[in-house]
């Protein structure tokens, strides 16, 4: 089953979303308590344009596994492909109540807020994906695309700089200090100067964007 794992994911980073599919597949027959080879099959499939044939495979896959976040969001995808966003909801919330740091299922709650039409509710989402990562390009693309300002990324920490190698010498090593007990004592120790961790700032940050407010339960929806 692994091996057949390998080749799907090789065959899926070159295109080959037919031959990926067959390989995991076989990955399934070979293993079937493997979740990831059906997820991945779902993923192919959701490619290939066969919404309904992914969902099926997410559903086995949440069937084996019930705390695969992935597989939670990917039968929420195989909804949306099908146009039923407001199901779609459903599945996302419960992969982000096991994963509450997977930035692709904020991004997918937010297109879905977008389709029905819930833009406020669409524009925190795509804050709380930023908040998560900020490097995220969609997330900052998701914004402008709501007319939305893209807030300033956190300064990277100082960084150490990096050690200088000594020249090389053929020079003899220097000589080896005294014994302790030939030092003279010096008096108490001082104190080491405390020096403030750029922790704070960082911190403060994050505070600010993600002090949004909670998302708002919608009992009606199905």
């Known amino acids: ?14 295109g080959n979303m037919e031959g990926a599919l067959a390989a995991y597949e076989a990955a399934t027959e070979a293993d079937l308590d493997d979740e990831s080879s059906r997820a991945l099959a779902g993923l192919c499939q959701l490619q290939l344009g066969d919404a309904r044939a992914a969902e099926r495979s997410f559903d086995s896959a949440i ?37 509450p740091h997977l930035t692709e299922a904020r991004l997918s709650l937010a297109e879905a807020y977008l389709t ?16 998560l990562d900020p490097n995220a390009g969609e997330a900052a693309a998701m914004l402008a695309r709501l007319g939305a ?49 750029p922790g704070p700032s960082l911190g403060k940050w994050f505070e600010e964007h993600r002090e949004l407010p909670p998302l708002k339960k919608d009992d009606e929806r199905e």
């Not at 089953?1 to 070159?14: W, Y």
């Not at 705390?67 to 419960?94: C, P, S």
């Not at 029905?116 to 908040?131: H, K, Q, T």
């Not at 960084?159 to 003279?184: F, I, N, S």
């Open 1 to 14: 089953a692994t091996l057949q794992l390998d080749i799907g994911n090789a065959l899926r980073d070159q």
């Open 63 to 99: 069937g084996i596994a019930p705390h695969y976040a992935l597989a939670w969001l990917g039968k929420a995808r195989a909804l949306m492909a099908k146009d039923k966003d407001k199901k779609a909801v459903r599945y996302i919330r419960e992969a982000l109540r096991i994963d």
């Open 116 to 131: 029905l039409g819930m833009g406020s509710e669409a524009d925190g989402e795509v804050r709380r994906a930023y908040a």
């Open 149 to 197: 300002k893209v807030p300033e990324a956190p300064e990277a920490l100082p960084g150490k700089e990096p050690e200088e190698h000594a020249p090389l010498t053929t020079e003899p090593p220097p000589p080896a200090p005294p014994p302790e007990d030939t030092v003279e004592d010096e008096g108490p120790e001082k104190d080491m100067e405390e020096v403030p961790s």
